[in-house]
């Protein structure tokens, strides 16, 4: 993502008047997504060239949490606090965004998507984005994988003497894991993007959709 930061600076003026441009806000995980792969690519392509639909942000250094905001109100010590300060935190953009801030705040791997589709055209959107390959280096699989490798001789027969984990889910993966599935042949990794959650403009509401694991939020 680095090179896209560097190509692709942040703008939180017109991220904020995007926001209010469009008519809803949802927040994707790409931390399991192919990003150097051609079919990822195109996917955002298409995204890009609909322009009156679909807008996506990535910032770095979580910059898009602050810009949305992480709490109702700040309390009056908050309110004297500078970007930098120890407890700096940002109020609401708009009503209820601090919750939208909270899921971009607990994850890093964090993108936004301003739409005018509605939620099942827009997660229609996100499932067109699939791919099936080896797990890499680094990655994190969404199962657990235990193979029969550690062996003994018994006269002339190899015997499997108990169970080897391969690779954990939600545990990042060794280069010997990726090489020993990628040796065996097994593909066991579907790169998706994970949508999260989502704000409706109008209603100000914010909807939690399955996760990993539920994003606890400030009050």
């Known amino acids: 993502m680095r090179k896209y930061y560097r190509k692709t600076p942040f703008d939180e003026k017109s991220f904020h008047e995007d926001i209010l441009n469009y008519g809803s806000l949802y927040v994707f995980c790409y931390g399991y997504a ?3 792969s051609y079919t990822y690519k195109d996917f955002m392509q298409s995204l890009a060239e609909d322009r009156s639909n679909y807008k996506v942000y ?6 898009l949490a602050y810009s949305v905001g992480l709490v109702k109100e700040l309390t009056p010590e908050q309110q004297n606090l500078k970007p930098g300060d120890l407890g700096y935190i940002t109020k609401e953009f708009d009503t209820g965004l601090h919750e939208i801030g909270c899921m971009l705040d607990e994850d890093e791997c964090t993108g936004v ?18 791919e099936f390959d080896f797990v890499k280096p680094g990655s994190t699989p969404m199962e657990t994988l235990k193979l029969g ?7 002339q027969d190899i015997q499997l003497t ?13 280069e010997e894991a990726s090489q020993i ?3 065996l042949g097994i593909k066991m990794f579907d790169f998706v993007l994970l949508p999260m959650g989502c704000w409706i403009r109008t209603t100000k509401i914010t909807r939690h959709f399955p996760y990993l694991s539920e994003v606890p939020c400030r009050d």
């Not at 998507?113 to 699939?130: D, G, I, M, P, Q």
């Open 34 to 36: 192919n990003l150097e």
């Open 58 to 63: 990535f910032a770095p250094n979580k910059a």
């Open 113 to 130: 998507l301003l739409t005018n589709k509605n939620e099942e055209e827009v997660l229609s959107k996100f499932r067109e984005y699939k």
């Open 149 to 155: 490798m550690p062996v003994k001789l018994s006269g």
């Open 162 to 174: 108990e169970r080897f984990v391969v690779c954990e889910v939600k545990k990042r993966v060794t």
């Open 181 to 183: 599935l990628e040796l």
